[in-house]
């Protein structure tokens, strides 16, 4: 027997209040963060989306005055390769440009040409996907950094080499506008 999502909270929330060691509060609170997730994906809501947040006082707010500078200079980079203007999308990454992209599952949306974030520990710089493996002989140059699934992870600008880093934007940008197909 399926019970509703209702029916079940009102029985979890009754054995919560019951003080049953079977639904302690923090099991409960992971319940409720499931339904919430769920709500969330029903509205298919894309949570990277351009805002209307302003990207100076985006930058201005960058804790770490290392990482603000650094950031200032990736903006202008970036801007300069794509030949768009900076723009928040989410709430913490710099994009520029748009693109659609569309999955073989049918799954599509839009994103950034080209974009980054200035984290607490990394400037987080997103490329096209399996760029590791695509573009090693640029990363050979570049410099100290990590990779992770589409990212590009910094700790400053002044560490790497500017040249390389241009050139993996610049792909990365060429690949997303289907300019650059041989190298996808």
């Not at 100076?56 to 500078?69: C, G, K, M, S, Y």
Request: hydrophobic letters at 35%.
């Amino acid at each position: 027997m399926r019970v509703s999502g209702r029916a079940q909270y009102g029985s979890i929330h009754w054995l919560a209040d019951q003080g049953s060691p079977a639904f302690s509060a923090s099991c409960l609170g992971r319940w409720m963060r499931l339904c919430e997730h769920d709500g969330m994906a029903a509205k298919r809501d894309p949570a990277m989306r351009r805002t209307d947040a302003s990207v100076e006082e985006f930058l201005a707010r960058v804790p770490d005055e290392q990482r603000r500078h650094d950031a200032y200079r990736l903006c202008a980079m970036m801007q300069q390769i794509a030949g768009e203007p900076p723009v928040i999308w989410g709430t913490s990454i710099i994009g520029f440009g748009n693109y659609h992209y569309r999955y073989p599952s049918g799954r599509e949306g839009d994103s950034a040409l080209a974009s980054f974030s200035p984290r607490s520990q990394h400037l987080v710089i997103y490329l096209v996907g399996e760029f590791e493996t695509r573009h090693q002989p640029v990363l050979a140059r570049l410099g100290p950094h990590k990779t992770g699934k589409g990212c590009l992870y910094l700790k400053r600008l002044d560490d790497v080499d500017q040249d390389a880093l241009r050139e993996l934007i610049d792909r990365s940008v060429r690949v997303r506008r289907g300019v650059d197909r041989a190298s996808t």
